[in-house]
């Protein structure tokens, strides 16, 4: 079952960075939060994951709380085409643990 | 990266008949492999966890006589839909595990719109 709790849906204008937020306050210390995103009809896309510590790549950045009970994702320029939904998920990376998605956030950017 | 394809993208076909999707890890090997599904609007669903040269487990709620889970080789796993039916009309999603111990990735496939007419 998915540990994750999400707002269903975000407005971003587009150029503006984009703060989606995301509680796993059941997270246990082997656990780690990743993020995914899904276009209309595509596969999930990984975007980042992490820890602990706050993580950044050429997509986004990170930001876990020092108890890790909760992270945000934050794109810091949100164009049209990060129009989609983001999922969280915490997940422990020993064998045989999969992705449980939750609902995700509902990213809309307006032009 | 990691990258995986699978076959059709895209089938529709009559109620009654059964639908074979493949998954394939381009250029790594998959020792476990997820199969989801997605109905419109709503999230993944999990519905199995098969693991190469070994039977598939399925999640709650899944008939394992109708979603045929083969995963023969390290790079191929097939979905077979037996007897579909409207309902089974969905979005399904193949997603391998590269790795094994204590460190591994999952990674998905694009997906594969099934339609029973």
């Known amino acids: 079952d998915a540990k994750t709790t999400q707002p269903p849906s975000m407005d971003c204008a587009e150029g503006r960075a984009a703060n989606l937020p995301c509680n796993h306050s059941t997270i246990s210390g082997n656990e780690y939060v990743y993020w995914y995103r899904q276009i209309h009809s595509q596969g999930p896309q990984y975007i980042i994951h992490?820890?602990?510590n706050n993580e950044t790549n050429e997509m986004a950045s990170l930001i876990i709380t020092e108890d890790r009970k909760s992270s945000t994702l934050i794109l810091p320029h949100a164009t049209l085409r990060d129009t989609a939904v983001y999922y969280c998920i915490v997940r422990a990376s020993n064998t045989g643990n999969q992705f449980y998605f939750g609902t995700g956030t509902s990213l809309t950017v307006i032009p | 990266g990691a990258v995986v394809s699978q076959h059709p993208s895209r089938v529709i076909c009559k109620s009654g008949t059964s639908v074979k999707i493949e998954c394939r890890s381009l250029d790594f090997q998959a020792t476990t492999m997820f199969w989801y599904r997605q109905f419109p609007k709503k999230s993944l669903m999990l519905m199995a966890t098969?693991?190469?040269?070994?039977?598939?487990?399925?999640e709650q709620g899944v008939e394992k006589d109708k979603f045929l889970i083969n995963h023969a080789s390290l790079t191929l796993s097939t979905l077979t839909v037996t007897s579909a039916h409207p309902e089974d009309s969905s979005f399904y999603i193949c997603s391998p595990l590269k790795g094994t111990g204590d460190w591994n990735e999952q990674f998905f496939g694009p997906g594969t719109r099934l339609t029973v007419l």
């Open positions: 098969s693991n190469e040269g070994s039977k598939a487990t399925y």
């Open positions: 992490g820890l602990k």
